[in-house]
Every structure is written in structure tokens, then in C-alpha cells.
């Protein structure tokens, strides 16, 4: 079960809560990036592929999780500083994608799939 307030910014999904600030839908065909500068990551999204890059830490593995709280898709990186993931089979709607870094912190962006 999962439960996700907008205003408020929260997503509860099985046994984990996400604080995710509204900050922009990122339209897959035409967002260009979006820049993290704590970590130093880079999410860009373009057509049926998004591209994560992180030019200081490496990138461990990737979890898209749906709005319903399933893993939809995951991915091993073998550490290294970029992935690019084919998101066409991916239905229209909202997931969180929880990038993981090689030094046990994790980074996680809400992205809306138009």
C-alpha cells in the first residue's frame, strides 16, 4: 500500500517514507536535468531513456519503485559513475528513483512519466 500527499510532499510506500519536496514535474521529452549539488548527481531524462551521472561518487545500483509501492525496476551499476535506463516499458504515472551510492548514502528523485 502506498500513500502520497502532494501538498505536503511525503510518499509512505511498505515500510519506507520519502520526503519529496515539489519542485517541477520533469517532462520526459523535453527536461534537460536536474542537478543535485550535495552529491553532485545528475538526472536528466530525454524520450524513453533517463541517464543518472554522478562525476564524484559512484553509483552502486538504481530502484525505480511505482506510486503503489512495487519495485519496478532495479538495476546494479558495478560502481561506476553513470547509468542510463530504457524507461519505455515503463507505464504513464509517478515513481521515485532511489540512486544508490558506493559510500551507503542514497539519493532519491520523484519523477512523473507523461
Known amino acids: 500500500m502506498a500513500f ?3 501538498e505536503t510532499g511525503y ?4 515500510h519506507r517514507m520519502y520526503r519529496i519536496p515539489f519542485v517541477g514535474d ?8 536536474l542537478n543535485n549539488p550535495e552529491q553532485n548527481i545528475k538526472f536528466s531524462a530525454n ?3 533517463v541517464k543518472v551521472y ?6 552502486s545500483d ?14 546494479n551499476n558495478n560502481n561506476s559513475n553513470e547509468i542510463t535506463l530504457n524507461t519505455s516499458s515503463l507505464n ?9 551510492l558506493n559510500d551507503n548514502t542514497e539519493w532519491s528523485v520523484k519523477w512523473i512519466k507523461h
Open 47 to 49: 524520450g524513453a531513456y
Open 26 to 33: 520533469i517532462d520526459a521529452g523535453f527536461y534537460d536535468g
Open 54 to 59: 554522478s562525476p564524484v561518487k559512484t553509483i
Open 92 to 100: 504513464k504515472g509517478f515513481y521515485i528513483f532511489q540512486i544508490n
Open 4 to 6: 502520497a500527499n502532494i
Open 62 to 75: 538504481i530502484i525505480i519503485t511505482s506510486i503503489s509501492g512495487q519495485t519496478v525496476f532495479q538495476q
Open 11 to 14: 510518499l509512505v510506500s511498505g
